[in-house]
Nanobody
Framework: QVQVVESGGGLVQAGGSLRLSCAAS????????MGWYRQVPGKQRELVAG???????DYADSVKGRFTISRGNAKNTVYLQMDSLKPEDTAVYYC????????????WGKGTLVTVSS
């Protein structure tokens, strides 16, 4: 059984910052690739930032220079530091852990809402 839990969403003014946290727990034997995605109503879920098991990172062009993904000390914990937030960053943010090597699929959290007011 694997659980993925996000936290840290909320309401912030444009130009402000938020830090999202994600912890994956359960039968996971090693550090796995993880990522943050976001989705707004009527649009497809999109990748915001990803981090490999080795620590390499990747970002959507729209957030480069503003968002930073990092790993925590606990295994399979990741953070998303979001600075200089814009109203267009408003979305539900989801955390994903890649467990396809183990279980043949990815596991997702339930999401956390980020609202950026103008």
């Amino acid at each position: 059984q694997v659980q993925v839990v996000e936290s840290g969403g909320g309401l912030v003014q444009a130009g402000g910052s938020l830090r999202l946290s994600c912890a994956a727990s359960g039968s996971i034997l090693s550090t796995r690739p993880m990522g943050w995605y976001r989705q707004v109503p009527g649009k497809q879920r999109e990748l915001v930032a990803g981090i490999t098991s080795g620590g390499s990172t990747d970002y959507a062009d729209s957030v480069k220079g503003r968002f930073t993904i990092s790993r925590g000390n606990a295994k399979n914990t990741v953070y998303l530091q979001m600075d200089s937030l814009k109203p267009e960053d408003t979305a539900v943010y989801y955390c994903k852990i890649d467990l396809r090597d183990y279980y043949g699929l990815d596991y997702w959290g339930k999401g956390t809402l980020v609202t950026v007011s103008s």
